[in-house]
């Protein structure tokens, strides 16, 4: 009783049906004598209407391998072992190793690794446990509440790295999630909208609310799916994405001078023009006016 009272002033949206894992939670942190670091990025996710949600929209079929990063005190981690045939679980955190490792004794269909995501080669570790466990996994997916402070890294790592990953549903700051599917010509769009739409097909799932985490963090959050698709694939991807980022390099000036002034290509004013020309492009465009297909027909242009 008294911790119930206790949450409802601390948290107020967090629902009855929630409390397992809330009162978990505390008690970990309790027993462990362990705090959430602020380093690492944690917040750890308490609502369990969002995990199930999250576990309905992965949609975790049999054969496949799981990979979760940051599993943290392993909130979502129960919720994936339950319900899959096998998980990767990459944590940084030492301190997190030992709750994990505890709290997850009872399962053996999971291998955990004591990693930096940004360090490691990903498709490494899926060969070696397809090798271990004699199995070969039909898919792989990740599915993560993500450390919000290198989200931008982890996705390209996980999107352009790993030849095997071909799912991803994360939970990401609000802002981040609205970036990833924003329309040409609003403030949102911009390189991370481009590379997304060029790599995945992107959804936003799941809204949620910062009181479903412990510690609650400054910003909304919300679930994205990203299904990886060579819809678009070109050639010389190098020069297109060398292309997105130098013509958002300097996003208030013409498209033309930003990739001018930062060397696209090396190409001078009057060779940008005429390549714009030849797209149907204005050359007084700035780069948040064209949209995908006009990057890549620039892309297609230069042999
Ligand atoms: N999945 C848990 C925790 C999310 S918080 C939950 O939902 O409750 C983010 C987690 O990512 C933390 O456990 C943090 O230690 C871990 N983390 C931060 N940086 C990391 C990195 N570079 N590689 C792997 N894990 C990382």
Redesign the pocket.
Known sequence: MLAIIFLERENIEIKMKDINTVIK?KEILNKFNIK??K????????SDSI?NEIIDVADIKENELVI??????????EYILLNSTYALL????N??INVLNDRLSRYNNFKLVN?????IDIDNYIEEIEKNRNISFKNVKVI???????TTP?LFKLLQESKRISEIVV?VQKEVAQRMVAKPKTKDYGILTLMVEYLTNAEIMIDVSRNC??PAPNVDSAVIKLEKSDKYKVENEDVLFELIHKAFAQRRKKMVNSLVSNKFMNLDKEEIEKLLNKCKISTNARAEELNLCDFLNITKEIK
């Open positions: 939670t959430a670091n380093k690492f990025g944690q917040n750890f996710l308490v995990l979760e990063i940051g599993p943290g005190l392993g909130n979502l981690s990459i944590e940084i955190d301190n997190m990693k930096d995501i940004l360090k993560a509440n993500l450390p919000y402070y290198i982890i939970m985490f412990i």
